[in-house]
């Protein structure tokens, strides 16, 4: 589905044509598009966008997020400035539009929508996975966890390494007889919603003690802020666990562990196993999912999506065009890095899910995209 990659010939001929000629009616009758054809498809400059956006949010996409704001500055010229402050500090920026976009891990609720100045999209931009990090110097094995141990050990109820609801996972380890340390986020964030919606699947104790959110409160622990807080706070803190995208484990050179799936499989989190947490998935109308503890049997079983925000009707047409631009060329054309930098692209379905979404933003009450 990448833009110049994987769009076949026809395809790309009908977008021109369709910016060319006048766009029809978008699917579900939205308004007709009155971009040019110089803007769309995206390769190059748009002299009707504005040169700039800002937005805020999610630490989880940030590695690629950084990486597609300096390839697309490079064909566009348009600057993303773009905070990595957390999920709840972008639900909370958008919402109050005090920011052009915003992002998470963990989709609005419905109060936070019905709260918002207007309808807002989700627009799912990548996939990666949340994974169990640790600092236990005397292991050189990888560790394995069962759903049990991982909410035996973030509820306080497992506080030695070597307890045998995590030594029975490994055998042939030599565990410590040691105190564990648990690093959480202390900041609200998209992360925590994916770790602690999937220990509310796996773990009665922990849904009705602790539950889901992009903040809890947490029995146990000391706070990092961001992803990067709490990797590094595990790379200082010797035996010591926390959770954290797996880029943030691979840039800090600390382990992840495998977890045991929904098919009794202990799955280390790869591109492949991450990308296979999201097969078969039935994504409601507004694309908000949750695909922790999946049923595939080849699954890592803590993923997620990560999903860029922006309101429906974008009064500033200038504004509009630049954001949706940047959110097609990252859905198409951007996909294409995610592998290297440790995240999982987009299933196909999913892309082209999510740019119907793009194509149903509209400014003025016309859509900003041309209709196929």
């Keep these: 589905m990448r833009s110049g990659a994987l769009i076949t010939g026809l395809a790309l001929a009908g977008l021109i044509a369709a910016a060319c000629g006048g766009a029809g009616p978008s699917p579900g009758g939205a308004p007709q598009a009155t971009a040019a054809s110089a803007c769309f498809p995206v390769s190059g400059a748009c002299p009707e966008e504005a040169r700039g956006l800002d937005g805020a949010g999610a630490t989880f996409p940030a590695v690629i997020y950084t990486r597609w704001i300096s390839e697309y500055e490079k064909v566009t010229g348009v600057r993303v400035n773009y905070q990595s402050i957390g999920s709840g500090g972008g639900i909370k920026s958008i919402s109050d539009r005090t920011l052009d976009f915003g992002a998470t891990d963990g989709p609005m609720t419905d109060e936070q929508l019905a709260a918002a100045k207007g309808p807002m999209v989700h627009v799912p931009m990548v996939m990666g996975a949340v994974v169990p990090t640790y600092n236990l110097a005397s292991v050189e094995q990888t560790l394995r966890f069962t759903p049990e141990a991982l909410a035996g050990i973030f509820l306080g109820e497992i506080a030695r390494w070597n307890d045998p609801r995590i030594a029975s996972a490994n055998p042939g380890v030599t565990l410590p007889d040691a105190d564990i340390t648990v690093v959480h986020r202390s900041d609200g964030s998209g992360t925590t919603y994916i770790w602690v919606d999937y220990l509310s699947k796996v773990s009665p104790a922990w849904a009705s003690k602790v539950g889901r959110g992009t903040s809890v409160s947490w029995p146990v622990g000391v706070g990092g802020k961001g992803n990067e807080g709490v990797a590094g706070a595990v790379k200082q803190t010797p035996n010591s666990i926390g959770y954290v995208e797996l880029i943030y484990a691979i840039q800090q050179k600390l382990p992840a562990g495998q977890v045991r799936n929904s098919s009794g499989a202990f799955v280390a989190p790869d591109l492949d196993s991450v990308s296979k947490a999201a097969e078969g998935v039935t994504l409601a109308p507004d694309l908000r999912a949750s695909i922790t503890d999946p049923g595939n ?41 995610a592998k290297d930098l440790g995240y999982a692209p987009l299933p196909a379905d999913v892309v082209e899910l999510a740019s119907a979404k793009v194509r149903s933003i509209t400014s003025g009450g016309k859509a900003v995209l041309p209709a196929r």
């Design 297 to 337: 049997a080849a699954a890592y079983p803590i993923a997620g999506f990560t999903w860029l925000l922006a309101y429906a009707e974008m009064p500033d047409r200038a504004k509009a065009l630049a954001l949706t631009r940047y959110m097609w060329w990252a859905l198409h054309d951007g996909q294409r890095y």
